[in-house]
């Protein structure tokens, strides 16, 4: 588990790297330092909702559509 979430978090940064890049050249210093810091804060909350899950033995997209479920079905 620990794995995945640590695979989870480089990929994203990965992502997060080069979309920082473009927006550093085309808005400059502070829009992509604004840009990492919500990335950041959005990567590590979904790690940690995620890491939640599987600690509590839930499946993360049962929980995630778990009100859509409710509402279909009129529950």
Do not use: C, H, W
């Not at 994203?12 to 810091?37: P, R």
């Amino acid at each position: 588990m620990i794995i995945k979430i640590i695979a989870l978090i480089l990929f994203m940064s990965l992502i997060s790297f080069f979309q920082i890049k473009q927006i550093y050249k085309k808005e400059g210093l502070k829009a992509a330092l604004a840009y990492s810091l919500f990335m950041a804060l959005a990567v590590l909350v979904g790690t940690l909702l995620l890491a939640d899950f599987q600690l509590t033995g839930q499946s993360a997209v049962a929980r995630l559509f778990e009100p859509l479920g409710k509402a279909v079905n009129g529950d």
